[in-house]
């Protein structure tokens, strides 16, 4: 028996799945509807180990021929934590294309879309799914083969000749295709200065960023809130512009003048409690209140604006402070280690040196100003959710961030062990700050890291 033209089948995919191992499918009729959920009358119907699926949670609906071609559509049936195509919620109902996939709940059970035009085989077709019949879809745990429901072994589809057309539109979602974008453009950019003059320092310039935004992309990647790309640069390049302004002497003359935060000159026998003491008030308290000034105006300016451009730009929650907060550092880490020690290794020990001190001086941020600029970002978010206890949660906050800084500071002088302990409780404190901050987000059904079920 052969498959007839036009045929249409959703794919199971377990998330448990082995490699060579094809899993659970199921046809599409092309005149009767598939009902999808955890109700016995379902026509596929899944136990309750997904616990996002509602009772009747999506219907699949053949459409009526056009053109000869056979169509299908998927309808939400109001179900209470909806339906996700290709990443993207579903409203209503909508036609369904080769490649697509269908998320029921966030991070819920799993189908894919597959249409095949035609099959020339002499291998049984799978039966139709009849209004009564009950498939019950492989759970997460155990994972089950059905052979009679799948495509013939020798069976090409098109999305499998040519996968372009039916994961293209998840390039950007699911396959890293923006960074790998950017990568092109700065390696083509480093090319293209092979043999001019003075390239070692725009090259130094190129490598630095391109490490600062990978390290930058890996915080916010964790973090899973979306925030526009224009207000995480215009973080960072507000930082940069208060280091060239006026207040960094201002700032200066406070905390290392004013107050004891005078740094030692080299060479300079210091205990190390006057040591932590100095870095205390000379980096830490200094250059976090410094670092966290965009994130404050974005706060500022958040509040004077519509509900709609204050969730975009302002800062509303933990997320916010944290995704702010760690931009502001990239800032202040480019500017510091481009614009003060890369320059001075390179005029005292040459280019090569320059290139050994910013590469490690970039990466470490994750564990350095990201680390305690996010920390303290966290806090002024929590003080928005929490505006009763506002002033507490920021000098706790505040203290907090100082505090790992000065260590970081502090520890450099007596002991590298002493430095990679201190750098591995920072990142821990961003790390929990993140994953604390995703708990308690008010947008956490949102949230692209977070994962309700397993």
């Not at 039916?166 to 092109?184: E, Q, Y």
């Not at 490490?211 to 940069?240: D, E, H, M, N």
């Not at 060479?267 to 830490?284: H, T």
Request: proline share 7%; glycine share 8%; hydrophobic share 45%.
């Amino acid at each position: 028996m052969t498959f007839q033209p036009h045929s249409a089948f959703i794919r199971n995919l377990s998330p448990n799945s082995t490699v060579g191992v094809q899993t659970p499918l199921y046809p599409l009729p092309s005149d009767q509807e598939v009902v999808i959920g955890r109700e016995p009358s379902c026509q596929i119907v899944l136990n309750n180990n997904y616990g996002a699926v509602s009772r009747r949670h999506i219907a699949i609906r053949p459409l009526p021929p056009h053109g000869g071609s056979s169509a299908w559509e998927i309808c939400d049936l109001n179900s209470a934590n909806g339906t996700y195509i290709n990443g993207q919620r579903l409203q209503g109902c909508q036609k369904l294309q080769p490649g697509d996939r269908i998320i029921l709940g966030l991070n819920g059970a799993e189908f894919l879309f597959e249409y095949q035009q035609s099959y020339a085989t002499t291998q049984a077709a799978p039966p139709p799914v009849t209004p009564h019949q009950k498939t019950v879809a492989v759970t997460p745990q155990t994972p089950a083969i059905n052979n009679s429901n799948n495509f013939p072994p020798n069976s090409v589809s098109f999305s499998q000749l040519f996968p372009i057309v039916s994961t293209g539109r998840d390039l950007t979602k699911k396959a890293f295709l923006v960074p790998a974008i950017i990568t092109v453009i700065f390696v083509v950019l480093m090319f293209a200065t092979v043999g001019q003059p003075n390239a070692t320092y725009f090259n130094l310039i190129l490598v630095a960023i391109y490490l600062a935004g990978a390290a930058y992309y890996f915080v916010y990647q964790l973090c899973g809130k979306r925030k526009p790309w224009w207000l995480l640069f215009g973080s960072a390049i507000t930082t940069i512009l208060i280091l060239l302004s006026p207040i960094l002497p201002l700032f200066i003359l406070v905390f290392r003048g004013i107050l004891p935060g005078n740094l030692p000159n080299t060479g300079e026998a210091v205990s190390f409690p006057s040591l932590l003491i100095r870095m205390l008030f000379g980096a830490g308290l200094l250059e976090e209140l410094l670092k966290a000034l965009p994130v404050i105006l974005a706060l500022l300016i958040g509040k004077q604006l519509p509900n709609r451009w204050r969730e975009r730009i302002g800062i509303n929650e933990p997320l916010d402070g944290i995704l702010l907060g760690t931009a502001s550092a990239v800032g202040f880490t480019l500017f510091e280690t481009l614009g003060q020690y890369v320059p001075q290794t390179i005029q005292a020990l040459g280019a090569e040196s320059g290139l050994q001190l910013l590469i490690p001086r970039i990466i470490g941020s994750i564990a350095g100003h990201m680390a305690y600029s996010g920390y303290l970002g966290y806090f002024i978010g929590l003080s928005v959710l929490k505006p009763s206890q506002r002033w507490r949660i920021l000098a706790i906050g505040y203290l907090s961030a100082a505090v790992m800084h000065a260590l970081w500071n502090a520890t450099g002088f007596y002991s590298g062990l002493l430095l990679v302990l201190v750098g591995i409780m920072s990142y821990a404190f961003l790390a929990a700050a993140i994953l604390k901050a995703r708990e308690l987000s008010p947008t956490r059904s949102q949230n692209f890291a977070t994962r309700f079920f397993q």
